[in-house]
């Protein structure tokens, strides 16, 4: 059996509690009733967090692709992985205006730049400080819309 850690779901409020149903269904691979549903959006403030500590290391993208899927692509939201041992975690943030976004995560949820990332970016684009601060937002997904 492979390690495992901590995942965690942002949705945004005003889902409807079957849309929450199915989006914490597909994310924990567990089935959830309405009531469970129910009380997710109990004293949810402005977005709507399902946490579990029990999921693959790895699985980051899988999740957040089954969150995609059970939502119809119709729904800003973001699944984190908590880092585990000496690997960074990740962050997968999807708008259904830009898609899916995919990067290296500290354990604060925060994308994180890597000198071989920044490297790659820089020597891309060494005339053109524009294009290199261009590729370092959609590297970090600074533009995408998540809750």
Do not use: N
């Not at 000496?86 to 898609?99: F, K, Q, V």
């Amino acid at each position: 059996m492979g390690d495992r850690t901590f995942y965690r779901l942002t949705l945004p409020e005003g889902l409807t509690t079957d849309q929450l149903r199915c989006a914490a269904s597909a994310f924990t691979e567990d089935e959830w009733t309405t009531e469970e549903a129910e009380r997710l959006q109990d004293g949810a403030c402005s977005v709507v967090v399902v946490d579990i500590e029990e999921r693959l290391c790895g699985d980051c993208r899988k999740a957040a692709d089954a969150v995609q899927e059970a939502l119809g692509g119709q729904v800003a939201f973001t699944v984190t992985e908590d880092p585990k041992y000496e690997w960074l975690g990740t962050i997968c943030r999807y708008d259904p205006e830009r898609g899916m976004h995919e990067t290296e995560c500290g354990p604060d949820g925060q994308a994180v730049l890597t000198a071989s990332s920044f490297e790659a970016t820089s020597q891309a684009a060494q005339d053109d400080p524009a294009a290199v601060v261009e590729q370092l937002r959609r590297l970090l997904g600074i533009d995408w819309v998540s809750p």
